[in-house]
């Protein structure tokens, strides 16, 4: 068996794998190499939701207001989690929803990528497409979310931080996380 702290092989993770947590976490970034690494589809359920929708989450959110837009976000994870194994990831309010937190408990390992406030911020400024930060200020907004949904982030299989440090380097951080899961160790 491998030893704890060796990159995960594909073959000991048997379930999706989905990351969850803030808007600027790094999901999708990360989510891509993940998959890219293990050889693994990977998907992006903000982009299913506009695929399924054919208009972006801005427009959804405009047109139909945020609760419509998290009934259609429910839908498409649910579908998602019944296909094929891959790495997925969540937009930052999925995992608020308890349906979704219980589809993902029964189906996938979750990971939750902490980031703190001064990263989030950081990253969520380089794209004006979130919805949640167009109005007020970002930071504040950042904040409070942070605060409100921290403690069900927590409830993931696993926590990895993602403040810092390249891609590759959490990435591996990951990997490792997973195999420490896979080989029984505490998360
Ligand atoms: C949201 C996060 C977004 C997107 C929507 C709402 C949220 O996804 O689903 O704008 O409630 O935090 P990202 O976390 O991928 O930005």
């Given at each position: 068996m491998?030893?704890?702290?060796?990159?995960?092989?594909?073959?000991?993770?048997?379930?999706?794998?989905?990351?969850v947590g803030m808007m600027g976490a790094g999901k999708t970034a990360i989510g891509k190499r993940l998959a890219a690494t293990l050889g693994w589809p990977f998907e992006d359920a903000d982009a299913a939701i506009e695929a399924a929708a054919g208009t972006t989450i801005a427009?959804?959110?405009?047109?139909?207001?945020?609760a419509a837009f998290r009934e259609k976000e429910r839908q498409v994870i649910a579908r998602l989690?019944?296909?094929?194994?891959?790495?997925?990831?969540?937009?930052g309010g999925a995992f608020m929803d308890?349906?979704?937190?219980?589809?993902?408990?029964?189906?996938a390992c979750?990971?939750?990528?902490?980031?703190?406030?001064?990263?989030?911020v950081r990253r969520t400024g380089r794209r004006g497409t979130?919805?949640?930060?167009?109005?007020?200020?970002?930071?504040?907004?950042?904040?409070?979310?942070?605060?409100?949904?921290?403690?069900?982030?927590?409830?993931?299989?696993i926590v990895v931080d993602s403040s810092k440090?390249?891609?590759?380097?959490?990435?591996?951080?990951?990997l490792a996380a997973l195999a420490r899961r896979a080989n029984g160790a505490a998360p």
């Open positions: 491998a030893p704890p702290n060796d990159p995960a092989p594909a073959a000991l993770i048997d379930r999706t794998i989905v990351l427009e959804i959110f405009a047109e139909i207001g945020e989690l019944a296909g094929q194994r891959q790495v997925l990831a969540l937009g308890p349906q979704t937190r219980s589809l993902v408990r029964e189906r979750s990971v939750w990528l902490r980031a703190d406030l001064d990263a989030l979130r919805p949640l930060l167009a109005r007020g200020d970002p930071r504040a907004t950042l904040a409070r979310l942070l605060e409100q949904r921290g403690p069900t982030y927590a409830e993931a299989d440090g390249p891609l590759n380097a959490v990435v591996e951080r990951v």
